[in-house]
């Protein structure tokens, strides 16, 4: 279980997974489908996106292109997945397709640019698993207990009678392996291990894609996270004594290193192992005062509502947000937030 917030979505009723397999098979031959996922993309978006777009194509759906707002650049540990093809920029996208689907995106805001594609697609189908989400879409596929996207996507897949092959296989494993931080956090259930089971049986190489996606980055990069490991800061009386370590990351630092900023996702895993504080918090610049947040739990706190009251969002034990002004400016306002955000016990 991922969130208990009130008022959560429970998973898909029958008529929600019928209606989205209505919207898929009811596609005239020549239409146009448009996959997007979410901005600044991880391997849940881009692995359920393509994996799920491999599988229309094996529908016979001809006119399919997928997407995510801001730079078209792919990061490069997913640079080798299956499906890279259908990608576009978001500037080339279909302008009004007869369906648009949505992959891993919590709400419109997570949409940039591309949000008007919800308001000119003839459907809009949202395949998802925060249980922030905000149901957007004329169809919800939102299962707040599932372990990534991907687990929505291979059940609509299988709805559709799109059998698993080795490339849609390898695009939802990274999604899986991914959000369940290579099946090591608490949404690792029996039903993970069963789907991965299913995924490793055509044959994919589980350790040639961790060591790919998880294992392997530039020398520059390593020096960066060692620049950046070096000034973390512990504070043990924060968030009611359960202790914060926090780190930040400028635009200098990634210049100077010659990196570009996706590598920064990682280092928040540096971080958290921190024995002495159950919450860690990783502030990336990404603009002149504006910076993208991380937030980790190892139970104690809800992350989730700390990134919501600040304009973000996620899961309880791993969300974000955007922050504005100073680094300290951001982490003055995180850290009055925590206090409100323990869970009992
Ligand atoms: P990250 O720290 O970027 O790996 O993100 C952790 C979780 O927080 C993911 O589930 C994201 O979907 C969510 N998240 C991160 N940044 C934002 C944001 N600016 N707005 C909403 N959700 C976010
Ligand atoms: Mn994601
Ligand atoms: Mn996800």
């Keep these: 279980m991922t969130d208990a917030a009130a008022g959560a979505p429970e998973a898909p009723t029958g008529g929600e ?6 919207a898929v098979r009811q596609l005239p031959a020549d239409a146009r489908v448009l996959l997007i996922c979410h901005v600044n ?10 994996g799920f777009g ?5 529908l016979g759906v001809r006119q399919l292109q997928a997407t995510f707002p801001g730079p078209p650049e792919v990061p490069e540990p ?4 299956p499906g890279l093809d259908l990608l576009v920029p978001q500037d080339a996208a279909y302008p009004d397709p007869e369906l648009v689907i949505c992959f891993d995106v919590a709400s419109e805001s997570r949409l940039g640019d ?3 594609r919800l308001g000119s697609a003839g459907a809009a189908l949202v395949l998802d698993h925060h249980a922030s989400n905000t149901r957007f879409g004329g169809i919800n596929l939102v299962d707040p207990h599932a372990a990534a996207t991907s687990v929505v996507a291979e059940g609509l897949l299988d709805r559709l009678g799109v059998p698993l092959d080795a490339e849609i296989a390898a695009c939802l494993y990274v999604a899986l392996s991914t959000d369940t931080g290579s099946f090591r956090f608490e949404a690792t259930t029996p039903a993970v291990h ?3 089971a299913r995924l490793l049986a055509t044959g994919i190489r589980p350790g040639e894609i961790s060591q790919r996606i998880f294992d392997t980055r530039p020398f520059g990069a390593v020096r960066l996270f060692g620049e950046a490991i070096g000034r973390a800061r512990l504070e043990p009386g924060a968030a009611g004594g359960r202790g914060l370590v926090w780190t930040y990351a400028t635009l200098d630092d990634l210049a100077r290193h ?6 920064l996702e990682a280092l928040i895993d540096s971080v958290r192992c921190t024995a002495e504080a159950d919450v860690s918090c990783v502030v990336k610049q990404v603009a002149a005062g504006e910076w993208a947040v991380s937030l980790r739990s190892k139970g104690a706190v809800d992350v989730s509502r700390v990134a919501v009251a600040l304009g973000g969002g996620g899961h309880r034990f791993a969300a ?13 306002r995180i850290r009055a937030e925590l206090d409100g955000a323990l869970l009992a016990g």
């Design 41 to 50: 993309p991880d391997g849940d978006a881009l692995g359920s996106m393509l």
């Design 114 to 116: 591309l949000v008007d």
């Design 258 to 263: 010659d990196q570009p900023p996706y590598v």
């Design 17 to 22: 997974w019928a209606a989205a397999v209505a």
């Design 320 to 332: 974000g947000f955007t922050g504005r002004g100073s680094a300290d400016e951001v982490v003055d």
């Design 78 to 81: 997913f640079r080798w997945l």
């Design 54 to 58: 491999l599988g229309l194509r094996r």
């Design 194 to 196: 069963e789907m991965a």
